[in-house]
């Protein structure tokens, strides 16, 4: 998309829980993508698959028992290797702005939405002065279509959907070059879904400079704002491609890919048959193989990701080709 240094470069990120009797989880796999400036990258996935943790492992969140290998580098800063003070001090809302998945669980439960935004922007911002904060909270409540009336209630008591509009507003208050947002709309009705995304592309198209990392099971929402899309499967990244490609013609390569799409009720509305296996108990192979109609026996060994797919059997490249596959 550019020719600048991407806002963030990952490369062979993995990571693993360390558990009781030396088992081990496999949560993320040798992930490598960029974000490039001006750029929306949507990951997506089934429940499970691991993409909270990879954004978890991006922020320095990860419980005690977890280990990381590889690099994430946000500008000339290693987000894995960087110490907790850094990543408090300089990185958190400042570098990276995080839309939360559980806003529950972010949001301060003693304090009012109106207290926690003002704080945010004195400390963000430096802004400065009741007026001045007034003004600046009630701003970035309408950036997130967070009501003005519910501003000076408590998280408890609000909706599922108000507290996702409260996360947002807050991540959006610093302007953060990277904006990773997991799951922003959780709980939302469709019109809001869509006011949501569209802001959040706002923020990303505001000066091209900035990037999004979105990860997202609404695949209409992603449809609305991505640049390209990766598409994570049992802790690893299977397809890398173009939006539009992915979502039009020829549509996505990776079997896996195929039936999400196929799975939505304005196409095929025909679900995947059987369960992504445990990321404790991975097969030496392909982990779609089970569940894919190409499988032969070449996958029973890990398919390496050449081009844009990490396949085997990927369905053709070229829209023409694609065309056929999909008649076959």
Known sequence: MTERPPVLSVRGLSVRF????????????????????????AL??????????????????????ARTAGQARLGDLDLLTADERTLARTVRGRRIGLVPQSPAAHLTPVRT??????????????????????????????????????????????????????????ALVGDAPLLLADEPTTGLDRDLVDR???????????????????????????????????????????????????????????????????ALPDRAFTPIPGLPP???????????AARCPRATGACTALPPFTGSVACHHPAPADRAAATEDIRA
């Open 18 to 41: 360390l558990m009781p009797g030396g088992r081990r989880v496999a949560a993320v796999t040798d992930a490598h993508f960029d974000v490039a400036p001006g750029e929306c990258l």
């Open 44 to 65: 997506i996935g089934e429940s499970g698959c691991g993409k909270s943790v990879l954004a978890s492992a991006l922020l320095g969140l990860l419980p005690a028992n």
């Open 113 to 170: 939405i109106r207290s926690q935004l003002e704080e945010t922007v004195a400390e963000l911002t430096g802004v400065r002065g009741r007026t001045a904060l007034r003004a600046a909270d009630q701003q970035a409540a309408a950036r997130a279509e967070f009501p003005a009336g519910h501003l000076d209630r408590y998280p408890h008591e609000l909706s599922g959907g108000l507290a996702q509009r409260a996360a947002t507003a807050l």
């Open 196 to 262: 949501t995304v569209d802001e959040l592309r706002r923020h990303v198209d505001t000066d091209g400079d900035r990037g999004l990392l979105m990860i997202t099971h609404d695949l209409a929402a992603a449809e609305r704002i991505a640049d390209r899309v990766a598409v994570m499967y049992a802790g690893r990244i299977v397809e890398l491609a173009d939006a539009t490609a992915f979502f039009g013609t020829p549509g996505p390569r990776h079997p896996y890919s195929r039936g999400l799409l196929e």
């Open 278 to 288: 445990e990321l404790g108990d991975l097969p030496d192979g392909c982990a779609f």
